[in-house]
């Protein structure tokens, strides 16, 4: 990859305009400004000139299957947003639907320049076979990352505070972890893993939310549950759980470490900040759903500040698209006003917080440009209108880029898109495809 500005966003905030990437097979070998390239032929030259290299983005937490209820359930809160639209879609879904609503999602994601995903999947039953065709039709696409099987398990008070439709409740505890494993035994090795992901720390069972988590150690990933996402879930978690708030549950049952990837981590007090900086799990912040469903803005300044591991997502089709870029300018922006101090966080910590740690959350790398490091990169192109001129590449990608812009992806050394195209698959029939999965479920429901 050659030509452009190549922002490498390590600590130092490394730029070089023009600047210069080589890749062997799946990582980085070199880096640097153009006049420094190593001689030699490269078997394949990507023209990034007029473009912005950057590290590719990681949403740690999105929902694929979603797309097919794009735009629906505007003005709900999370609860009755999910007892009305979510669940019931999510119910319904057949397993040709979920896979062609992924391959869309997935496609999507891609072309806005997201590398990888945490794919928090709760569609169908769920059954092994399921979850394994879900994380194939990702790879199909070229999309990596991880899918977290949603675990319900037994109904609970919580569950009945919900309201959730006694239908999402139908495994015992056993059986959703018995068909967990079997999805992460069935998943052939490739670039998208299998993760347990208890659905929600509000309403599973303690004993659902630690048999997920000793799942993930036995085998060596990570977990991944929503986890007080708004005001109702964490009084629910309070007045439920004999007065303990979310991460302290999470903590007395020994689950709260580097291995539990939470998505929101919205509503947590002073002592649970305190938690968080002392056992470092990694938290998933989602401006653009969040401020979708009213449920609050994340503590993000005071969890960076006390050195808490962070990441960003979507969160889905549904609610906020699958642009990053998005993430992390509306993310800012919030934490911006909410701490009315425009200084409070910069653009390039938004743009780490979606490489980064994303990269961090998955376990994957450090999403930064530097030799050794996986080859996961996007060009960014700089030429339409909304970009001109570039005075500062890292503002520019920043504060106007937009998925629509990304022209070039490369996922684990292999390039996947190029010219602001899919080179993986054919674009036109995963559209048909997804559209009519859409219409079909819609239509049942």
Known sequence: MAGGAVLALGDGSESFEPGFVDIVGSRVV????AEDRPAGRPRRVIDAAGGIVLPGLVDAHTHLFQVAARGLGDGLGLAEWLRNHMIPLALELRRDEMVALTELGALHALRSGTVATVNHHYGGRREPEDVVAVAQAMERVGLAGAVARMMVGERTDAADVFDLPAANFAYSNAQEVELTEAAMAEK?????SVWP???????CSDELL??????????????HAHAAEDAFAAEVTHRLRDGRRTLVLLDELGLLDADAVLAHAVWLDDAEVDLAALRRPHL???????AYLGSGVMRLLELRDRGVPLAAGSDGCAVAGQD??????????LQRVTAADAAAVSVGEMLRLITGGGAGA???GTGVIAPGEPADLIVVDTSSLHHQPVNDPLASVGWFGTGLDVSAVIVGGDVVVENGTSVAVD???VRARGLEAARAVMARL
């Not at 052939?188 to 998208?192: D, F, I, W």
């Not at 630690?210 to 977990?223: D, I, K, P, Q, S």
């Open 362 to 364: 998955l376990g994957t």
């Open 427 to 429: 674009e036109a029939e």
């Open 284 to 290: 998933v912040y989602n401006p653009l759903s969040n």
């Open 188 to 192: 052939p090795a490739g670039s998208v």
């Open 210 to 223: 630690a048999a997920g988590a000793e799942l993930a150690r036995r085998h060596g990933v990570r977990w």
């Open 197 to 203: 992901g208890p659905a929600n720390t509000a309403y």
């Open 324 to 333: 990053m870029f998005e993430v992390a300018r509306v993310g800012a922006l």
């Open 30 to 33: 070199a880096v640097g400004p």
